[in-house]
């Protein structure tokens, strides 16, 4: 029963009753009054919080969709959430270490509103490293959910406990930032109240990772985008642009006296070209990062040993690399680094059963003060590495050559000799001169050597071993070589025609390695042979052994289809290069031609044929006919043919002679004889022009 001011009970009551009543009734409203209020306020409250936390989420979202810097957005979120909810410190770690030894890094990215406080606990949370395991912040790799703590000093293994007391810290939360499934970062705020879950701020928390962790992942993206700009993609290796721009940068932040602590080296592998024409792109893709891993093994060895030294290997492109030396001992270090190199390289490698054996030219530039760019210092090892490879081509010198001044000039000359090359290839200024290949015993005439002659205005010819190794060295070599092939077919036919064919007679033919790894190398003997209705039996062709062994099998095979065709092989300039029997015993080569050099310097004070001898056996044992090169004595002629050399050529019997004065020689025999064949008959034994006349045909260098 109830009580109203104004109702009949109420009337009967004693005023202290009807006093006591009206306060109570009083209570009961202002009670109700202060519910209505606090229910107001609280909701204000509540929609005042969700509004300032969605406007905290739009501020972080926006820098998040700007920025590819993932940090400042971090430091950002650890501000502004401290700010919103009032909790007193932010912190940030980042994930660190690869698989086996990942783990969450503190570090100095922090935000409270008592930095003074809070330090002692900010400073350890610096040092923290979090690694997989039960407790926040490691826990987050486990599982990657935002984890409450309402009071850290009733978490057992909360390693800050300590400082975190002397901070009056209670509550904690961390938030996992997550790039994809990957945890990439964390957040951890903590608050001086023990605080039940707060499942709004929860999802705040899990909003803000999923922001961050997509600035992770566009810094990932440019981070990769930079990283295939600026590495090989074959090899792994830096390329030529971050190459260049260390050099630049070093160069830059160097005084003009440090500068001298720069070395480049230029590295070109050689013969590489071969390969991937012979064997495919893939083969020479294989061979490159193969041969990047070795020089990678060389640059980890020496900086090992200099640990000071700063060492860059990259790829240049194609088959050049490039390495830049930073050290007090930079001369040491770059010449020690070219010489292993050279070891490195050289064990064979093994690409589609074909043992590889790569080699390397490589040019040395160290800085000094007088230069003025890098750009010259790279030019300048470039110019040794061309020498160095020039250098090798002659089979002279090291295959390591440092740059000095005269080198610009010799670079200089043979770059216009390489134009003249062009400019004499087209306008077929060559000529082709014969020199006789005869037998030892009687002087009869075997065939003829072709030699290419390069005519000068002053009446001079340049010599072959001057304008070859540039023609290689340009790729010049194989138009040139082909033009020397078809006129000496061209030649043969008109003999063959000439004399009736009642001559036996070959014309032997140089042919460069570079022109006999050509894919179509020998479609085109073929087609010439055709076009010039040359007899394959009047053809020879001559290939020196670093043509041969560059791809043995192939070598083999493409011999094979020669001799089918009916034109013989000899193996040139024997003794100067790898002779290894091991690949000859596989090539079907007709015959083998002792260098000059064994030969000519021979005399009756001097002699020492032991080499020579030991090569004549051994072509004996593979049934190979052997000419000896560079006869120029009676002396050397009659000792070759006592150790048992056939065939010969050189001054004492003929000089290379021009065709119509060789066509003559070859008429006024009247039957020569052949290499595979003892001839039956010989009338009239050559006696030799050159040696009496002196022939037109001599090179002068
Ligand atoms: P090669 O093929 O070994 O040719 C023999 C060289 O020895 C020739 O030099 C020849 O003139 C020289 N010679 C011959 N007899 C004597 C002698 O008694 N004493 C001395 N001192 N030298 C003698 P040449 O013509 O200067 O050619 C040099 C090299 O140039 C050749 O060596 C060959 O490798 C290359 N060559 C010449 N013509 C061609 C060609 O058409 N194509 C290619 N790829 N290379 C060629
Ligand atoms: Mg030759
Ligand atoms: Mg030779």
Same mark, same amino acid.
């Given at each position: 029963?109830?009580?109203?001011?104004?109702?009949?009970?109420?009337?009967?009551?004693?005023?202290?009753?009807?006093?006591?009543?009206?306060?109570?009734?009083?209570?009961?409203?202002?009670?109700?009054?202060?519910?209505?209020?606090?229910?107001?306020?609280?909701?204000?409250?509540e929609?005042?919080l969700a509004?300032?936390r969605l406007?905290l989420l739009?501020?972080i979202?926006?820098?998040?969709?700007?920025?590819?810097?993932?940090?400042?957005?971090?430091?950002?979120a650890?501000?502004?959430i401290?700010?919103v909810t009032?909790w007193?410190?932010g912190?940030?770690?980042?994930?660190?270490?690869?698989?086996?030894?990942?783990?969450?890094?503190?570090?100095?990215?922090?935000?409270?509103?008592?930095?003074?406080?809070?330090?002692?606990?900010?400073?350890?949370?610096?040092?923290?490293?979090?690694? &997989? /395991?039960?407790?926040p912040p490691?826990r987050l790799?486990?599982n990657p959910h935002p984890i409450w703590t309402p009071?850290?000093?009733?978490?057992?293994?909360?390693?800050?406990?300590?400082?975190?007391?002397?901070?009056?810290?209670?509550a904690g939360v961390a938030a996992p930032v997550l790039?994809?499934?990957?945890?990439?970062?964390a957040i951890e705020f903590f608050a001086?109240?023990?605080l039940a879950p707060d499942p709004e701020l929860l999802e705040l928390l899990v909003q803000v990772g999923t922001q961050a962790?997509?600035?992770?992942?566009?810094?990932?993206?440019?981070?990769?985008?930079?990283?295939?700009?600026?590495?090989?993609?074959?090899?792994?290796?830096?390329?030529?642009?971050?190459?260049?721009?260390?050099?630049?940068?070093?160069?830059?932040?160097?005084?003009?006296?440090?500068?001298?602590?720069?070395?480049?080296?230029?590295?070109?592998?050689?013969?590489?070209?071969?390969?991937?024409?012979?064997?495919?792109?893939?083969?020479?893709?294989?061979?490159?990062?193969?041969?990047?891993?070795?020089?990678?093994?060389?640059?980890?060895?020496?900086?090992?040993?200099? &640990?000071?030294?700063?060492?860059?290997?990259?790829?240049?492109?194609?088959?050049?690399?490039?390495?830049?030396?930073?050290?007090?001992?930079?001369?040491?270090?770059?010449?020690?680094?070219?010489?292993?190199?050279?070891?490195?390289?050289?064990?064979?490698?093994?690409?589609?059963?074909?043992?590889?054996?790569?080699?390397?030219?490589?040019?040395?530039?160290?800085?000094?003060?007088?230069?003025?760019?890098?750009?010259?210092?790279?030019?300048?090892?470039?110019?040794?590495?061309?020498?160095?490879?020039?250098?090798?081509?002659?089979?002279?010198?090291?295959?390591?050559?440092?740059?000095?001044?005269?080198?610009?000039?010799?670079?200089?000359?043979?770059?216009?000799?390489?134009?003249?090359?062009?400019?004499?290839?087209?306008?077929?200024?060559?000529?082709?001169?014969?020199?006789?290949?005869?037998?030892?015993?009687?002087?009869?005439?075997?065939?003829?050597?072709?030699?290419?002659?390069?005519?000068?205005?002053?009446?001079?010819?340049?010599?072959?071993?001057?304008?070859?190794?540039?023609?290689?060295? /340009?790729?010049?070599?194989?138009?040139?070589?082909?033009?020397?092939?078809?006129?000496?077919?061209?030649?043969?036919?008109?003999?063959?025609?000439?004399?009736?064919?009642?001559?036996?007679?070959?014309?032997?033919?140089?042919?460069?390695?570079?022109?006999?790894?050509?894919?179509?190398?020998?479609?085109?003997?073929?087609?010439?042979?055709?076009?010039?209705?040359?007899?394959?039996?009047?053809?020879?062709?001559?290939?020196?052994?670093?043509?041969?062994?560059?791809?043995?099998?192939?070598?083999?095979?493409?011999?094979?289809?020669?001799?089918?065709?009916?034109?013989?092989?000899?193996?040139?300039?024997?003794?100067?290069?790898?002779?290894?029997?091991?690949?000859?015993?596989?090539?079907?080569?007709?015959?083998?031609?002792?260098?000059?050099?064994?030969?000519?310097?021979?005399?009756?004070?001097?002699?020492?044929?032991?080499?020579?001898?030991?090569?004549?056996?051994?072509?004996?044992?593979?049934?190979?006919?052997?000419?000896?090169?560079?006869?120029?004595?009676?002396?050397?002629?009659?000792?070759?043919?006592?150790?048992? /050399?056939?065939?010969?050529?050189?001054?004492?019997?003929?000089?290379?002679?021009?065709?119509?004065?060789?066509?003559?020689?070859?008429?006024?025999?009247?039957?020569?004889?052949?290499?595979?064949?003892?001839?039956?008959?010989?009338?009239?034994?050559?006696?030799?022009?050159?040696?009496?006349?002196?022939?037109?045909?001599?090179?002068?260098?």
């Amino acid at each position: 029963m109830s009580f109203q001011p104004g109702s009949d009970t109420f009337d009967v009551l004693s005023s202290d009753q009807k006093i006591a009543r009206l306060e109570r009734a009083l209570m009961r409203e202002r009670r109700a009054r202060l519910d209505a209020e606090s229910i107001a306020e609280r909701g204000l409250r509540e929609s005042y919080l969700a509004r300032s936390r969605l406007e905290l989420l739009n501020r972080i979202a926006t820098v998040a969709n700007d920025s590819n810097d993932p940090i400042a957005t971090l430091r950002l979120a650890a501000e502004e959430i401290c700010l919103v909810t009032g909790w007193a410190i932010g912190h940030v770690l980042i994930r660190a270490g690869d698989v086996g030894d990942v783990r969450l890094e503190g570090t100095d990215i922090w935000f409270a509103h008592d930095p003074d406080l809070m330090f002692p606990f900010a400073d350890a949370s610096n040092r923290l490293v979090a690694w &997989p /395991c039960a407790s926040p912040p490691g826990r987050l790799f486990i599982n990657p959910h935002p984890i409450w703590t309402p009071d850290i000093h009733a978490l057992p293994g909360f390693t800050r406990s300590d400082l975190a007391l002397r901070s009056q810290l209670r509550a904690g939360v961390a938030a996992p930032v997550l790039m994809g499934q990957e945890l990439v970062a964390a957040i951890e705020f903590f608050a001086t109240d023990t605080l039940a879950p707060d499942p709004e701020l929860l999802e705040l928390l899990v909003q803000v990772g999923t922001q961050a962790g997509r600035v992770f992942k566009r810094q990932h993206h440019a981070r990769r985008l930079l990283e295939s700009a600026t590495r090989d993609p074959l090899t792994g290796l830096p390329n030529r642009t971050l190459f260049e721009a260390r050099l630049a940068e070093l160069f830059e932040a160097l005084s003009n006296k440090e500068k001298t602590s720069l070395s480049l080296i230029y590295i070109d592998l050689d013969g590489f070209k071969l390969v991937n024409d012979t064997m495919g792109h893939q083969a020479g893709d294989q061979l490159l990062v193969a041969m990047a891993s070795r020089l990678r093994d060389v640059v980890k060895k020496i900086e090992g040993h200099f &640990p000071e030294a700063e060492i860059m290997l990259a790829r240049m492109g194609g088959d050049e690399f490039t390495v830049l030396v930073s050290s007090a001992a930079n001369v040491v270090v770059a010449e020690l680094l070219a010489e292993k190199i050279h070891v490195r390289l050289h064990p064979v490698h093994r690409v589609n059963d074909n043992d590889l054996r790569a080699s390397a030219s490589v040019g040395i530039a160290h800085m000094d003060e007088t230069y003025t760019s890098p750009e010259v210092l790279m030019r300048d090892a470039d110019v040794a590495m061309y020498e160095a490879k020039y250098q090798g081509k002659l089979g002279i010198g090291p295959r390591t050559v440092s740059f000095d001044a005269t080198m610009r000039a010799e670079a200089l000359t043979r770059l216009e000799l390489q134009s003249a090359l062009r400019q004499a290839i087209e306008q077929r200024a060559f000529e082709l001169h014969y020199q006789p290949i005869v037998q030892l015993n009687e002087r009869n005439i075997v065939g003829f050597e072709a030699l290419l002659r390069w005519p000068q205005p002053n009446g001079d010819y340049t010599a072959p071993d001057i304008f070859i190794p540039v023609a290689e060295e /340009c790729g010049l070599i194989v138009p040139l070589g082909t033009w020397v092939f078809r006129e000496a077919c061209r030649t043969a036919a008109r003999w063959s025609a000439e004399t009736g064919g009642d001559r036996i007679f070959f014309i032997s033919v140089n042919v460069a390695p570079n022109q006999f790894q050509q894919p179509n190398f020998i479609d085109l003997v073929r087609d010439i042979l055709m076009e010039t209705g040359a007899h394959p039996r009047t053809i020879a062709i001559e290939l020196t052994e670093s043509a041969a062994v560059i791809n043995p099998i192939r070598t083999a095979h493409m011999l094979e289809e020669l001799r089918a065709m009916g034109v013989r092989v000899s193996l040139d300039d024997f003794g100067t290069g790898y002779s290894s029997l091991a690949h000859l015993q596989v090539m079907p080569f007709d015959a083998l031609k002792i260098d000059g050099s064994f030969v000519m310097n021979q005399d009756e004070t001097n002699t020492n044929w032991t080499i020579v001898k030991a090569m004549t056996s051994m072509a004996d044992a593979m049934d190979l006919r052997v000419v000896a090169e560079g006869i120029e004595t009676e002396f050397q002629r009659s000792r070759l043919q006592e150790i048992g /050399c056939k065939f010969g050529q050189g001054w004492l019997f003929d000089r290379a002679l021009p065709e119509a004065d060789a066509l003559a020689l070859l008429k006024s025999v009247n039957i020569a004889g052949d290499m595979s064949s003892e001839p039956q008959i010989q009338p009239q034994v050559h006696k030799g022009l050159g040696a009496t006349n002196g022939s037109n045909s001599g090179v002068s260098s």
